[in-house]
Antibody, heavy 119, light 110 residues
Framework: QVQLQQSGPGLVKPSQTLSLTCAISGDSVSSNAAAWNWIRQSPSRGLEWLGRTYYRSKWFRGYAVSVKSRITINPDTSKNQFSLHLNSMTPDDTAVYYC?????????WGQGALVTVSS | QSVLTQPPSASGTPGQRVTISCSGS????????VSWYQQLPGTAPKLLIYSDNQRPSGVPDRFSGSKSGTSASLAINGLQSEDEADYYCASWDGSLNGWLFGGGTKLTVL
């Protein structure tokens, strides 16, 4: 079955850029049947979908309005993984960040990574 | 704020039946499928119900889902102590072009 393994820093300074990676095993980031999502969870915001990337003869990306001006999600076909870049981080972005696959539903999740924004 | 509305808490005694509701709108629940997730402390959400009422392999048949119009429900029959967890509903929203989640329901087994 598919497994998603997240990596990235746990501490980011205000105004800096968060970069997280999600390595995929058991599926392909280029699958025509899946989308690759980033979701975060905090006490104040609950579960919040941030965006996704997927391949349907070409690459597509979609982002939540709340972060659209600050976010980039990119696939890396050579390493079968995808990444999240969220710039201009503030303490309000402190959350547990998850990657997840969707094939109609969010059926597989990474283990989660607590990201704290603090100087 | 979550656009899908769930009760913040629910409770029951072992063996009882508990239901958790999830209310949305025409752009999400009414026109797209609903999924339910179970989250134990310190772990990632786990898919419990997909496509409104389907269980992934390995999920006990004590768990069931239903949907009518802009609302959905999760039912747990024969409540067990290990069911104590947070439960979330989710649905794709065609207007926002993104996933929406409920605020979560904390289930306590008394």
């Amino acid at each position: 079955q598919v497994q998603l393994q997240q990596s990235g820093p746990g501490l980011v300074k205000p105004s800096q850029t968060l970069s997280l990676t999600c390595a995929i095993s058991g599926d392909s980031v280029s699958s025509n049947a899946a989308a690759w999502n980033w979701i975060r969870q905090s006490p104040s915001r609950g579960l919040e979908w941030l965006g996704r990337t997927y391949y349907r003869s070409k690459w597509f990306r979609g982002y939540a309005v709340s972060v659209k001006s600050r976010i980039t999600i990119n696939p890396d076909t050579s390493k079968n993984q995808f990444s999240l870049h969220l710039n201009s981080m503030t303490p309000d972005d402190t959350a547990v960040y998850y990657c997840a696959r969707s094939t109609g539903d969010l059926d597989s999740w990474g283990q989660g990574a607590l990201v704290t924004v603090s100087s | 704020q979550s656009v899908l509305t769930q009760p913040p808490s629910a409770s029951g005694t072992p063996g009882q039946r508990v239901t958790i509701s999830c209310s949305g709108s025409s752009s999400n629940i009414e026109s797209n499928t609903v999924s339910w997730y179970q989250q134990l402390p310190g772990t990632a959400p786990k898919l419990l119900i997909y496509s409104d009422n389907q269980r992934p392999s390995g999920v006990p048949d004590r768990f069931s889902g239903s949907k009518s119009g802009t609302s959905a429900s999760l039912a747990i029959n024969g409540l067990q102590s290990e069911d104590e967890a947070d439960y979330y509903c989710a649905s794709w929203d065609g207007s926002l072009n993104g996933w929406l989640f409920g605020g979560g329901t904390k289930l306590t087994v008394l």
